[in-house]
């Protein structure tokens, strides 16, 4: 048990589906992430919320919406998706942003049809 | 712009001692952390360092030289558990966001 859950574990879906990703961390924390981890690279940080106000957006493609409700929860809004959009997606939590050591979920394993 | 290279696999025996190093590039430095990560499972927060110098914590000790960009994890007892990756990230000033290189799949033999 890492503090930080996400469902579902696995997702396959088809190009034109819509379906969303929840992330939920039992820590405390005030910064929220989301991550992307394709096979043979590196984890690429997509969205940071701090106190529930996004802080970054690395380029993301527009077929994935985040949301933060409350500084608890996360949700990765998938639609359209691209077959190169199959990964890992993995959330994790901080205490701040900065030095503080990010917790990490098991992740969301999501293959594209 | 970041660089971050490791070595992409390593492997060990049982026992042994094994360091796996990281060089980085980067701009505005604000420290490196060393995860762990088992297959199929969370990356887990093994270590950070911002000064130069060792930290030692238990079995592991990472390493950072500031002016050499370069860090390394040494596992020393090595045992079968510690089969995973091993992925070095680079906090950066800007957005102190961080940057992960690709980590470094280690395989302990018996």
């Known amino acids: 048990e890492t503090g930080v859950t996400q469902t579902p574990r696995h997702l396959v879906m088809g190009m034109t589906n819509k379906k969303s990703l929840k992330c939920e961390q039992h820590?405390?924390?005030?910064?929220m992430y989301w991550y992307k981890q394709s096979a043979k690279k590196p984890l690429e940080l997509m969205f940071v919320y701090s106190l529930e106000e996004r802080v970054e957006n690395n380029s993301v493609p527009s077929r994935f919406s985040p949301e933060c409700p409350n500084s608890s929860h996360l949700f990765l809004h998938l639609h359209t998706l691209q077959p190169e959009d199959s990964a890992l997606y993995l959330c994790a939590s901080s205490q701040d942003r900065g030095n503080q050591p990010q917790h990490f979920g098991d992740g969301t394993r999501l293959s594209i049809l | 712009g970041q660089n971050i290279d490791q070595p992409t696999e390593m492997t060990a025996t049982e026992g042994a001692i094994v360091q796996i190093n990281c060089t980085y590039q980067t701009s505005g430095f604000n420290g490196l952390f060393w995860y762990q990560q088992h297959a199929g499972e969370a990356p887990t927060f093994l270590s950070y360092?911002?000064?130069?110098g060792l930290e030692e914590k238990g079995r592991f000790s990472s390493f950072l030289s500031r002016s050499k960009g370069y860090s390394y994890l040494l596992l020393k007892e090595l045992q079968m558990k510690d089969s995973a990756s091993y992925l070095c990230a680079v906090l950066h000033n800007a957005g102190n966001m961080l940057t992960f290189g690709g980590g470094t799949r280690l395989m302990v033999k018996p």
């Open positions: 820590l405390g924390h005030n910064a």
């Open positions: 360092n911002v000064l130069d």
